[in-house]
């Protein structure tokens, strides 16, 4: 992510790429349009929002508590090991390479657990996560395609003047054109239609979520003006966009429930994944930004997640989408029937094995824990 430390004594702001009871609302931890289906709304989306809210937080928690029985379910042990390259040597040790690769994917999730259930710092009031640094949109339509030639914008929308009070031009500004001169026939987007003011350099911005994308993360980085007129950063901000394929054109089940009613012996459990599972796996982007692969480096397909791990653990352990399977597998195994939650219940357990000579990380009935 490109940083600016100086730009004509003003300030601006770069956005670039970077996927029990609930108490909790999707609001309170994010900034989003609740009204409308332009500018990004989420106007029509809250109800389903909530859910997935609901069934992130669950299974997220059996995640959790399954990495925490880890010395005594033999189940967990095998699932990191083929997610997340944890070699299977039973207990762990006090320490060693073993016990800090499972204490990082545990840290992981920790990290959005708390974010989901929008934990406070300690006895005290404030949130570990502010909803005021944590946008979601439900479409791209609220980035605006600009030209070179338009006048540079700041954090505020205000137009970006010299030191004689002449309007400044995107294309004149160095740290705008390096951003550019990144990609093909990037243009600059402007966000602030939607409040979040800033440009996002690419060549699909506006236009991305008008095909099949499930959804992306951005960040972006608001530089003020301090007492020496010079630029200085405050608190980065990440927006998860949401596209629509991901609510009404995914082929993935609508909820837990209904992903679990699919499986019998040897069905792939990447076929069991619900559609919350892009939220999910937006918000390991989100929170954890450039300590976790993307673009082009993330893997998605699940044996190529298997394969990853195989080849490099610690990428493994840094990829979104192996942590979406891991938690999948561990809900499906784990989960149990709710009947303050039908949608996220699960009728019946089940395992995954790689299985058959396509090798598809299949479902069987394995009740075991050792």
């Known amino acids: 992510m490109a940083r600016i430390s100086f730009l004509l004594g003003l300030t601006t702001c770069l956005l670039t790429l970077l996927p029990s009871t609930i108490g909790v609302e999707i609001h309170e931890i994010f900034t989003l349009p609740r009204t409308g289906t332009t500018n990004g709304g989420c106007g ?43 070699h299977n040597g039973g207990k762990l040790p006090e320490t060693g390479i073993r016990v800090d690769a499972v204490q990082e994917v545990k840290d992981n999730l920790q990290y959005v657990e708390d974010f989901l259930n929008h934990e406070t710092i300690g006895e005290t009031a404030d949130f570990i996560y502010n909803s005021d640094n944590y946008w979601l949109f439900c479409h791209s339509n609220f980035l605006v395609a600009h030209g070179n030639t338009d006048p540079a914008l700041d954090y505020e929308a205000d137009i970006i003047l010299d030191e004689d009070g002449n309007q400044v031009r995107i294309g004149d500004i160095p740290e705008y054109v390096a951003q550019l001169e990144k990609e093909p026939n990037a243009i ?3 966000a602030g239609s939607s409040g979040l003011n800033g440009y996002y350099f690419t060549e699909t911005g506006g236009n991305f979520c ?50 679990n ?37 993330e893997i998605y397909d699940i044996a190529s997640c298997i394969d990853l791990a195989n080849r490099n653990g610690a990428e493994a352990r840094q990829n979104p989408e192996s942590y ?22 699960i009728n019946k357990q089940w395992d995954f094995k790689v299985q058959g000579k396509d090798r598809v990380f299949g479902a069987f009935e394995n009740p075991s824990r050792t």
């Open 210 to 259: 008008n095909g099949d994308n499930l959804g992306l993360t951005a960040s972006i980085q608001p530089l003020q003006r301090n007492a020496n007129n010079q630029a200085e950063e405050d608190d980065l901000l990440a927006s998860v966009i949401l596209c629509p394929h991901a609510f009404d054109g995914s082929k993935r089940p609508n909820n837990y429930r209904e992903a």
């Open 261 to 297: 009613s699919l499986l019998r012996e040897g069905i792939n459990l990447a076929d069991a994944v619900p559609k919350s599972a892009t939220l999910l796996h937006e918000l390991f982007h989100a929170l954890r930004g450039d300590a976790f692969l993307a673009g082009d480096d």
């Open 44 to 86: 029509d989306r809250m109800n389903v929002l909530d859910q997935w809210l609901g069934e992130s937080i669950r299974s997220v928690g059996v995640a959790l508590d399954a990495i925490n029985d880890y010395d005594n379910d033999a189940r967990v042990r095998k699932s990191m090991a083929k997610f997340f390259r944890i």
């Open 188 to 190: 600059p987007w402007w």
């Open 324 to 345: 979406v399977f891991f938690v999948a597998h561990m809900y499906h195994m784990l989960g149990t029937p709710d009947a303050e939650d039908p949608d996220g219940s």
